[in-house]
């Protein structure tokens, strides 16, 4: 019975890999991200190079200046509420000496 039991299991996991669906609701399975994982072909043959986008200065300064600042802003507005409500006061240091 518990051999009946095994190939039922066995039967099932092969079904559901195969049609490549998974979960109750019948989504597709599909990796989040796109990786590599072979660099040679069945023959030995080494893969050419995947397809590389360029990630120029403009995007990247046009992604972190704008982050920088609303983060800045952020920092500013609660260092001010904090002395605000006297949780943080710092204190003033003269060091004339």
Excluded: C
Excluded at 6 to 12: D, E, H, I, V
Excluded at 19 to 41: F, H, K
């Amino acid at each position: 019975m518990a051999a009946a039991g095994g190939r039922l299991l066995a039967a099932a996991v092969a079904y559901s890999g195969r049609a490549g669906w998974v979960g109750p609701r019948r989504t597709p399975t599909v990796p989040l991200v796109p990786s590599r994982s072979a660099t040679v072909t069945r023959s030995g043959a080494i893969l050419p190079k995947p397809v590389k986008t360029p990630f120029g200065l403009l995007r990247v300064f046009s992604v972190v200046i704008p982050f920088l600042y609303v983060g800045t802003q952020i920092s500013k507005n609660f260092a001010a509420l904090l002395e605000e409500h006297d949780i943080f006061v710092p204190e003033d240091d003269d060091d004339d000496d």
